[in-house]
């Protein structure tokens, strides 16, 4: 036996709290709690605590994955305010290009299509 796993056919979407990388977790974890542009407040799993609780990272790994995501043209921050809070928090939320990954890790595989 060569080591290889036999092919298990398409993989399911991926939801934001289980397996995988962690980055694409997170784009799945953004895409699912987005908040329509223009909105006035963020919601809180969009701030860095609401991400480390979602998807069980700590801080130092979250904020370099952060980084490596922005600076791959992923995702974008700005200081906004967060439903629950008074001051503003800064918060992520995905570019053009992360919502177009996101949702290939989200939409379910094409019919009669499988991985190889």
Known sequence: MNGARPSEGPAPPL???????????ILVHLWENRTPRGRFEARKALTEAGIMRSLGLGRVELR????????QGMLS??????VGFTEMRTVYHLTRRGEREARALCAPPPPGRSSP
């Open 77 to 82: 921050h700005r200081t906004q305010y967060v």
């Open 15 to 25: 939801p934001a709290g289980e397996g995988g990388p962690p980055e694409k977790r």
């Open 64 to 71: 370099r994955l952060l980084a490596r995501l922005e600076g």
